[in-house]
């Protein structure tokens, strides 16, 4: 981070070379310290409560005993995983295909001395771990990156131990989007690729047939497009009062662009087009 922050109002480097930082601080004000969608138990909750609450869902099904061997696929800044190596005392090996995520990751565990986590720059689909050598896969909120979807799956289950839990979740797609409408909401698509980068979803039911098909025994696949709706409301909230400190830190046309793909999703998941999926299977 390139800002100190007093109370909510940081104080910000604006150095060229810390643009990276600058992202990165603009996607906190906007979304909050954990970058993810939220689980509202009602319209009225805080947007870091639902966010925590999501993490508490993936908690509940993945769990852990200490001494678990666990791995993150696609672990961000490394922060969750920090997270949960320090209160399930497991141990955690947190990859990312991002250089920048395994050195933010790699900082944070030494800053809090956590010798139990590492952070591997490694692809998911494809990660040349052993087979059999972890007792829980976590994938919050990256498999949507991923576009050979079974390959991930696939790897997941590979490495993990008999009886070893996969919890994942993540935006779905909630219906087949026939190819003129895809044309007619090119100019929306193109929006939701600028803000969030390349994505592809699928539908939750072909993530549990898949790992069905991989000899796993999926618990539960669970639709919670209605819980995370509330999250876009929560971001352009945020926009609203960080818009001063957003604007500096990323410019006008990207804030715009980040408020405009808070619509369009919003849209989406008003008309089933795309939603949020939660799952919990084992080996
Ligand atoms: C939206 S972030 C989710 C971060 C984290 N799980 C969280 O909830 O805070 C997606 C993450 O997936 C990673 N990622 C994208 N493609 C990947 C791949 N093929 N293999 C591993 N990680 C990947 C990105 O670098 C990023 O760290």
């Not at 800044?77 to 399930?88: K, N, P, S, Y």
């Not at 250089?99 to 591997?120: K, Y």
């Not at 993990?160 to 100019?187: N, T, Y």
Request: net charge negative; aromatic share 8%.
């Amino acid at each position: 981070m390139t800002s100190t922050s007093h109370g909510t109002q940081p104080v910000i480097n604006t150095e060229p070379s810390h643009h990276y930082d600058r992202v990165h601080e603009a996607w906190e004000l906007l979304m909050g310290a954990e970058f993810h969608y939220g689980f509202f138990a009602d319209a009225r909750t805080p947007l870091a409560a639902a966010t925590a609450a999501l993490t508490e869902e993936m908690i509940r099904r993945a769990r852990f005993a200490p001494g678990d061997r666990v791995l993150d696929v696609g672990c961000g800044t490394g922060r969750q995983a920090c997270d949960l190596a320090e209160r399930f005392d497991v141990e955690l090996v947190g990859i990312t295909t991002s250089e920048t995520g395994v050195d933010a990751g790699l900082h944070q565990a030494a800053n809090r001395g956590l010798v139990q986590v590492s952070f591997e720059q490694r692809d998911g689909t494809d990660n040349k771990f052993p087979d059999a050598s972890f007792d829980v896969v976590w994938v919050l909120e990256s498999s949507h990156l991923m576009r050979d979807r079974r390959a991930l799956l696939s790897e997941c289950v590979r490495v993990l131990r008999p009886g070893g839990r996969l919890v994942l979740c993540d935006i779905i797609r909630r219906r087949e989007i026939p190819f003129l409408e895809v044309r007619s909401r090119r100019r929306e698509f193109g929006v939701l690729r600028a803000a969030f980068g390349d994505a592809h979803m699928e539908p939750l039911a072909d993530y549990a047939e898949t790992l069905r098909g991989l000899g796993m025994t999926v618990h539960d696949a669970t639709d919670i497009s209605a819980e995370t709706l509330g999250t876009f409301a929560a971001w352009r909230a945020n926009a609203e009062t960080y818009r001063d400190q957003v604007i500096q830190l990323i410019g006008l046309d990207s804030l715009d662009e980040f408020v405009e793909a808070t619509e369009i999703l919003e849209r989406f998941w008003g008309d089933e087009t795309l939603g949020y999926g939660i799952l919990s299977a084992t080996r």
